[in-house]
């Protein structure tokens, strides 16, 4: 099983619209969590940001963790085609053992 | 400028032939690391540095070695390269593990 677990997608959806990319995760030594998103190709770009379980929001994302259920997700609102991106979470360890999930690629049409 | 750079940014190679990827960055960050992305199966960590000196393995270090003489450097070696490892390379660096990552252009490594 993998440690880091993320709906594949990919998804597809018209400008507007409010945009849900999840992941699981089994391996209790992760202490925090983050997600990037990555245009083609490129190096990833940190969006959010998360050690404790809870909402977190900057502008039109919000990262919610859930530790007792192992469940991450960050949401979009008022998705931009320049949103257009493959989103990857990720978990974190304190030695620095970082696992990325397997990366949800994501269409806003205008 | 505030970066981590990769080189080369493309390579062909063929089988056994010993190769080394550089990575170096200027911000002085403590914790650096290398990642393979291959279509979906995303970014799988291969090899981790806490400080200098201080390497350990990630998912898949299986064929790879590195090395931290120095705080700036993290170069990525394949001693004797196979087309299994035919990938999109990329290296990070944050000022600590639980820190922001800044990654590198990445390389794509093509081994014949």
Known sequence: ?110 | EAQVTQNPRYLITVTGKKLTVTCSQNMNHEYMSWYRQDPGLGLRQIYYSMNVEVTDKGDVPEGYKVSRKEKRNFPLILESPSPNQTSLYFCASSAREDEKLFFGSGTQLSVL
């Not at chain 1, 880091?4 to 400008?15: A, F, I, K, N």
């Not at chain 1, 959010?48 to 919000?62: L, P, Q, V």
């Open chain 1, 1 to 110: 099983q993998k440690e880091v677990e993320q709906d594949p997608g990919p998804l597809s959806v018209p400008e507007g619209a409010i945009v849900s990319l999840n992941c699981t995760y089994s391996n209790s030594a992760f202490q925090y969590f983050m997600w990037y998103r990555q245009y083609s190709r490129k190096g990833p770009e940190l969006l959010m940001y998360t050690y404790s379980s809870g909402n977190k929001e900057d502008g039109r994302f919000t990262a919610q963790v859930d530790k007792s259920s192992k469940y991450i997700s960050l949401f979009i609102r008022d998705s931009q085609p320049s949103d257009s991106a493959t989103y990857l979470c990720l978990g974190g360890t304190s030695y620095g053992k970082l696992t990325f999930g397997q990366g949800t690629i994501l269409t806003v049409h205008p």
